[in-house]
């Protein structure tokens, strides 16, 4: 057998590249001779999901999450609000609250089970998931613009301005402009939303449905009332951008152990425990992920809610403005009131992420095969 000379053994490494991807973007070995790689300066040609695909699948994997995880986005919505923060004050005595952070955890954790039951007994079993129905056709639209704006403007940033490479600034940028794209584009319906997780079953039950809520508010605030909180939803965006940067970062080491391990292999080489010890991998990063962001940001979660409940005090508004917002909650209910309802929150967005990326990627896998 001839001996390899040095030329040899770059050519076939270059030819290998394309089989070292362990992400959504490489996981289509049918167009593995598309994936991108540099090595020595030679530039091989990234595949590109396309967009109708990035589109379906984060429509799918936003309904899947909301679904499961609707009860805790009800708890911290009313946890968020002045109104509910008030009476479930009332109810639980907090003059014992503790100052060890872990004993406080489990407190809030124990609470917030306590508030489902509760809402449960009290309200009944649909009162969990009020809300969903405009949440969905939120969830949906927003997954999908999101997911689709992000994948779409990654590529076109990476060919337009660095060489058709990825950089963390190409993720920041990216993540940036879909999270200010979603936010635009669906405010009307979390603010339909959060009325309704905030309207009270029985006699003081405001609204009667989605609809109704969307004719009350333009026919009592206008149709500018169906933006209020927007400037927060913008501010929102931050943890978005952090955690595309995050999940994508922890993808990228995921990505790396795996070449380390198995070398130049093709993901239809690896065992099917493998492929699915990686993907629950990248779902728990997207997890880590938003667990970070969420924790560095959840104050504008507060202010947003405040200013699409737009509570009334003395016949005018009691929260104009994103600013103005953050220091009266601030010089009213404290500092650590701009992190209510964080316990339910977390139970919520972490998992719904797990499922959402999770979901994403199987069905980004699912429908590039059959494309």
């Known amino acids: ?76 919505t009313r946890l968020q609000s002045d109104v509910f923060q008030a009476i479930y004050r009332t109810g639980n005595n907090t003059s014992h609250a503790s100052k060890n952070f ?28 009020k809300g969903l129905g405009p949440n969905l056709v939120g969830v949906i639209p927003a997954r999908s613009i999101n997911f689709f704006t992000y994948g779409t403007t990654k590529q076109l940033y990476s060919q337009h301005f660095n060489n058709g490479e990825e950089a963390p600034w190409i993720h920041l940028l990216s993540a940036a402009t879909a999270g200010w794209a979603t936010s635009t584009l669906t405010n009307p319906i979390w603010l339909i939303k959060t009325r309704l997780q905030l309207d009270k079953a029985g006699k003081t039950k405001q609204y009667m449905n989605s609809w109704g809520c969307l004719k009350s508010i333009v026919a009592n605030e206008g149709f500018l009332g169906l933006y209020k909180g927007l400037s927060a939803s913008y501010l929102g965006s931050v943890e978005g951008i952090l955690q595309w940067l995050l999940y994508e970062q922890m993808k990228h080491v995921i990505k790396m152990r795996s070449i380390e391990k198995f070398g130049n292999i093709s993901e239809g080489q690896k065992s099917t425990s493998e492929k699915i010890k990686e993907w629950c991998q990248r779902s728990g990063s997207a997890g880590l992920a938003k667990f970070v962001a969420s924790i560095i940001t959840y104050p504008h979660e507060v202010v947003r809610t405040r200013l699409r409940q737009a509570p009334v005090e003395n016949g005018k508004p009691k929260y104009t403005g994103l600013i103005q917002s953050f220091r009266l909650i601030i010089k009213e209910e404290g500092l650590v009131s701009m992190y209510g309802g964080l316990t339910p929150h977390l139970l919520r967005t972490v998992p719904n992420s797990i499922i959402m990326f999770g979901t994403w990627e199987l069905v980004i896998k699912l429908l590039s095969e059959k494309s």
């Not at 300066?41 to 899947?64: D, I, L, N, S, Y």
């Not at 004993?103 to 009162?127: C, K």
């Open 1 to 76: 057998m001839a001996k390899k000379t040095i030329e040899d053994l770059e050519r076939e490494a270059i030819e290998s590249v394309p089989y070292l991807g362990s992400d959504e973007d490489a996981s289509n070995m049918k167009n593995a001779a598309s994936v991108s790689a540099t090595l020595n300066g030679t530039h091989v040609a990234q595949a590109e999901v396309k967009p109708w695909v990035h589109f379906v699948a984060g429509g799918v994997g936003g309904m899947a999450g909301a679904i499961v995880t609707c009860p805790f986005d009800v708890v911290k």
């Open 102 to 129: 872990v004993a406080n955890g489990a407190r809030h954790f124990r609470e917030t089970f306590g508030i489902i039951s509760s809402v449960y007994r009290q309200e009944g079993f649909r009162s969990l998931f």
